[in-house]
């Protein structure tokens, strides 16, 4: 009897030991973090992502007073009611894809809609097919979440006073989180996957202080990790691609290395830079080099697919009344049939995947 209470007691020893080194030792960011230059990245990765924009720009306008239904009911939350009837609401076809995109937007959003078509055309087929809507908040609403830049649930994402392509990249891994995990065997998030998790493991950091700081709480989750490690695993893509791309030309690189062919030494030693280019935004990306390393060995092949065209798509939701919300029938718009008449595959994410809020990305932290 004596033995098993000590033998219960060094269980229950060890046991606080462990929560205590856990508590001790909350995440911490790469020094400095990936956001130290997050201007350098914005810039960076607007420039080393190519443009689908079809030009002209190739738009659909709904007719006033239909508007999808996720984009009617995203931003009700109980204290603050938008009139759907001051949205607009257009369809936009990019190069990549038969498939056209919902964008919502407000009459008085603070984001143009030249803003946000040039944004979602540089975000790569392969993510931007998850993207069912993507909503442009009023000028009322961003001032009264001021702080709050983006929200994201129901494969769509609202943008309020801003948006940049890094927030987008962040909000969509989201989406991606969702849509694909709930398409794998085990039906979870990606972030909630053993695969991920032996990822971040391996890492003694993770990438951003806003990271670091989600997981700092109790029962806290990897969605936000995965989300920041993905921005930053995407600025590592789009520099290898751009670099890849612009082979030929005599500036392919930051350090101004000639041009060169491939398997020529000078296209071989930029590729090398291109796979060390984060240090361009820290010196110690090697800290979290696992979690940025397996983001792109999961989900790379998907986000920039063989061919460069969109493999399926998200569907926008049903028409509904702007004032009442009941469902119209009405033709508009990127739903069920239009990807059928148009042959692109329909992505169906599971009720939960769907189900999810996201915390809402804020500015300040
Ligand atoms: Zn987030």
Redesign the pocket.
Same mark, same amino acid.
């Given at each position: 009897m004596h033995r098993y209470i000590f033998a219960l007691g060094s269980v229950l020893c060890l046991f606080l030991l462990l929560v205590q080194a856990t508590q001790s030792n909350p995440p911490q960011a790469i020094d400095p973090p990936y956001n130290a230059f997050e201007a350098l990245q914005e810039h960076d990765l607007f420039h080393d992502l190519p443009s689908h924009q079809k030009f002209p720009p190739d738009i659909r306008v709904w007719p006033q007073g239909i508007v999808p239904d996720v984009c009617h009911h995203f931003l009700k939350d109980g204290r603050i009611t938008p009139n759907a009837t001051n949205m607009e609401v257009r369809d936009v076809y990019y190069t990549d894809c038969d498939a056209p995109w919902t964008i919502c937007r407000y009459k008085d959003s603070l984001i143009s809609w030249n803003k946000a078509m040039v944004i979602l055309g540089k975000i790569p087929v392969g993510m931007r097919q998850h993207v069912a809507h993507v909503i442009l908040a009023p000028e009322s609403y961003a001032k009264k979440n001021r702080g709050i830049v983006a929200a994201?649930m129901e494969a769509s994402t609202a943008f309020l006073s801003a948006m940049d392509i890094g927030v987008a990249v =962040? *909000?969509f891994n =989201?989406i991606l989180d969702a849509v694909i995990g709930s398409h794998q065997p085990q039906s979870k998030l990606i972030s909630e996957s053993p695969e991920w998790n032996w990822y971040y493991q391996r890492d003694s950091k993770v990438p951003t202080s806003y990271a670091a700081s989600s997981l700092s709480h109790k029962g806290s989750k990897l969605? *936000?990790e995965f989300?920041d490690s993905g921005r930053w695993a995407m600025s590592n893509m789009a520099r290898a691609r751009s670099l890849s791309r612009n082979k030929s030309s005599s500036t392919i690189s930051r350090d101004g290395n000639g041009s060169g062919s491939e398997g020529s030494p000078f296209f071989l030693q930029n590729r090398t830079m291109a796979a060390n280019q984060l240090a361009v935004y820290s010196a110690n990306w090697t800290e979290c080099r696992n979690q940025i390393g397996g983001y792109r060995l999961l989900l790379e092949g998907r986000i920039f697919p063989p061919g460069g065209r969109c493999t399926g798509k998200t569907p926008t939701s049903d028409a509904v009344n702007a004032t009442t919300g009941e469902r119209v029938h009405s033709m508009v718009g990127a739903g069920k049939h239009k990807l059928r008449s148009v042959g692109v595959p329909e992505i169906i994410p599971a009720d939960w995947a769907m189900n999810i809020r996201?915390?809402p990305?804020n500015a300040s932290i």
């Open positions: 994201t =962040h *909000e =989201h969605v *936000e989300a996201f915390p990305y």
